[in-house]
């Protein structure tokens, strides 16, 4: 887990990024995929290559996240 010292204001929360993602309407899977969460919401997912700035990063490499 990595904190950002300068995060600009707009950043998210918390960025879960490298899991293999799979959204729950089941038609989307990510290989290296990123969530978003602010407020204890999601509130973004997305491909690798384009993650927002977050405040904090974990890292979920190998693992299977499903954002609800």
Known sequence: ???A???PAD???LLVKGAELLVVDGE???P???VAVTGGRVTGVGTAGN???AR???SAAGRLVTPV
């Open 1 to 3: 887990m990595t904190s």
């Open 5 to 7: 010292a300068g995060a």
């Open 11 to 13: 950043a998210v929360e």
């Open 28 to 30: 989307r899977e990510s």
């Open 32 to 34: 290296g995929g990123w």
């Open 51 to 53: 993650e927002p700035e």
């Open 56 to 58: 904090t990063t974990v």
